[in-house]
């Protein structure tokens, strides 16, 4: 007996079933690593940003405006459902590969989400603290990496399903021939 023989009987004692080769079924996820990066890091420090947001917020209303209280409490309720749709539709749609979850993903963060984050962030009438711009720069920056990587994820996601659907029509075209032959009625 070999060495590379007794290596693999010893192997298939100790790992069984290692040597075998075993045909893997099932699809494959495509999902888009950085974007799932992203979203996972923005999940973990969305609770931290809204309690930096409303804390601030309770202090420095006082000092707001009528008009402007409405605003800004809109502005920051919108923000703030907008952000949890929308991880929410980015977990869906890149990890399960789902092109309307994922479009809709991007969808809320660029129409919806950049322009309130350019808001909340570059607003020159509210006196921000040094942690509510650093924590508005963190939220604005991962959304500007999610909104990249995010088309990036789009679009390789829907050209995989369109290449999927190609296959599947292919391999259920049947004419008309095929059916009568399979379905004869003699």
Known sequence: MDWKTTVAAMSDRVFPGLSTNVEKQGNEVMSNLPLQMAIYFNAIYTPFWIFIILMYLTEELRYFSDLYKFVILTVICIAILVEILRLYLGYEGNLRDKVPELAGFWMLSVLLQFPIQSILLFTPHIEFSILEVLSQTIMFVMLITQ????????????????IYFR????????????????????
């Open 147 to 162: 909104i990249i990587s995010g088309y990036i994820a789009l679009k390789f996601t829907a050209a995989q399903q369109a």
């Open 167 to 186: 296959i599947m029509k292919l391999k259920s075209d049947m004419t008309m021939a095929d059916i009568q032959d399979k379905y004869r009625i003699e």
